[in-house]
């Protein structure tokens, strides 16, 4: 592998809050540390959907999951894949539904919860939460700072080239109190309390570090459909790499091709966008 890399992705979370409410990560943009773009997902903008669309790099129409309730194992080539086929170890600490996608169908809480598989062709270190029970009043998610302390042990004790990291806290929080509200800003404010410490610390490990989130949300907590509230969020890049101008608007069909391409591991032919670092 050329570089390691962490994507940390915090799903659901609508540009104008990223840049609004992420005082941490906007003060390394000010202080040239971090670089940040809008990101447009695809359509469905639906969190399943758009997980496999983020790995694999092609669109739902192509990948097939139409949304949250249509998970399966894909069969596309993926991040995870193309990382194993250059040689590099892989980590994940997510939602099940990427265990599904990515490694085995359906999920076994036994099983899958937690492995450690060096042969694997796909995710060979993986620690997983299904928020099974999920709803309204009861979201069933873990703490953040619990999800980012488990990659960064995965990374210090499996020497990770490529580990991803997802949370739902700020997706859940939004379908709950939806995005104008004083529970809202002070979700986000956490997140980003929570997160921040860790970002020196992964630099300091040589990852270049991708965060970012799945999709938006609109002002009732909705997204699914077309809009910027509901597609357009934003991406924080640190690391060293060129990348396009300031008000560039990404595809997230580009980000799997640009995180394999920082990695140095092969770019599946499936994979037609372009990367946006160079």
């Not at 050329?2 to 005082?23: E, H, M, T």
């Not at 949250?68 to 069969?75: C, D, E």
Request: net charge negative.
């Amino acid at each position: 592998m050329d570089r390691k890399l962490l994507l940390i992705i915090l799903d659901g979370v609508p540009y104008r809050n990223f840049r609004r409410l992420f005082g941490n990560l906007e003060g390394w943009v000010d202080s040239g540390d971090a670089r940040v773009w809008k990101m447009r997902a695809v359509l469905p903008s639906i969190s399943a959907s758009c997980y496999a669309s983020i790995h694999t790099g092609v669109a739902p129409a192509e990948h097939g999951c139409t949304g949250n309730g249509n998970v399966f194992r894909l069969g596309h080539k993926d991040v995870f894949s193309q990382v194993r086929e250059g040689g590099g170890v892989t980590g994940a600490v997510t939602h099940s539904f990427w265990s599904q996608f990515f490694n085995r169908h359906p999920f076994d809480y036994v099983r899958d919860v937690e492995y450690d598989e060096p042969e694997s062709k796909t995710i060979n270190h993986g620690r997983f939460h299904s928020m099974t029970g999920y709803g309204h009043d009861n979201q069933m998610t873990p703490s953040d700072v619990d999800l980012f302390g488990t990659l960064t042990n995965l990374a210090l004790r499996f020497g990770l080239d490529y580990g991803i990291l997802h949370t739902c806290t700020l997706d859940s929080m939004g379908h709950r109190f939806f995005h104008d509200c004083q529970q809202m800003d002070h979700a986000c404010f956490v997140m980003d309390e929570m997160l921040a410490p860790f970002i020196p610390r992964w630099r300091d490990l040589g990852y270049e570090v991708i965060v970012t989130a799945d999709h938006g949300q609109d002002e009732r907590g909705h997204h699914g459909g077309r809009g910027p509230l509901q597609q357009e969020t934003a991406l924080y890049y640190f690391g060293d790499a060129e990348g396009p101008e300031q008000d560039a608007v990404i595809d997230q069909l580009q980000l799997a091709p640009t995180i394999l391409s920082r990695m140095g591991a092969p770019i599946a032919d499936t994979m037609k966008a372009k990367p946006f670092l160079k």
